[in-house]
């Protein structure tokens, strides 16, 4: 595949993105009003000197639903520095126990 046939795709796939964020910082502003620190928490850009991807979060948000280990997850999304509680995602944070 050519280099600039790949900068298209990729161009593409991050415009994509950066609208889902959109759709979600609206849905999230509208559950939360006033919480602007909540907003810059689960954001899927982080914003800084270059803008990255928060793979992790894309991964929620665009998900019907994430698995997690039962009694684990939880626990991590409260302490996780960037705060992505699972009150903080509309599709939910599941968390399943195996036997």
Not at 60 to 85: D, F, K, L, M, Q
């Amino acid at each position: 595949m050519a280099a600039c046939m790949v900068r298209a795709a990729v161009a593409a796939a991050l415009e994509i993105i950066f609208e889902i964020n959109r759709r979600f910082l609206d849905d999230v502003r509208a559950r939360f009003p006033g919480d602007t620190g909540r907003v810059e928490r689960v954001s899927l850009i982080e914003e800084g000197g270059a803008k990255h991807v928060r793979m992790a979060n894309l991964a929620i948000v665009g998900s019907h639903s994430t698995n997690g280990v039962a009694g684990y997850t939880p626990a991590y999304c409260e302490r996780r520095p960037s705060g992505t509680s699972p009150r903080s995602f509309p599709s939910g944070l599941t968390t399943r126990q195996t036997v």
